[in-house]
């Protein structure tokens, strides 16, 4: 059996898809891109700015579902500027400093709202 996760602190879905899934000690964090969840746009500034918010709205949802960043095990990076890999992998650096979890990154034509990246995650839930 499994459970939706659902927070305001990150973006809400804008199609049929759930922020996240909680099924036994695993979360599964659908893909997120560069969106305030207080404004519902995306962040000014360009790649490092998006990949921060990206990892923020990660954080929240797992927070929600009783884990944290800690407790990645694979991460998947979607680029729309391969060329940009490491503004963004800088980023990704400040986020992933004790445990670095096994991680795919791919270069894509385009992506939700002009987003330059997106990034989904897979995590194991903190117990008690």
Do not use: W
């Not at 809400?12 to 659908?30: A, E, K, T």
């Amino acid at each position: 059996m499994h459970e939706a996760v659902r927070t305001e602190n990150a973006p809400q879905p804008v199609g049929p898809y759930s922020q996240g899934i909680m099924i036994n000690d695993l979360v599964f964090v659908s893909g997120q891109i560069g969106i305030d969840p207080k404004t519902g746009r995306l962040v000014a500034g360009g790649m490092r700015q998006e990949t921060e918010q990206c990892l923020r709205n990660l954080e929240a949802i797992l927070a929600k579902a009783g884990t944290n960043l800690d407790r990645v095990v694979k991460t998947t990076i979607y680029i729309a500027d391969i060329k940009m890999f490491s503004d963004c992998n800088e980023v990704y650096a400040t986020f992933f400093t004790m445990r670095k979890p096994a991680r795919t990154t791919i270069g894509v034509s385009a992506l939700p709202f002009g987003a330059l990246v997106e990034i989904e995650a897979i995590a194991i839930r903190t117990r008690g």
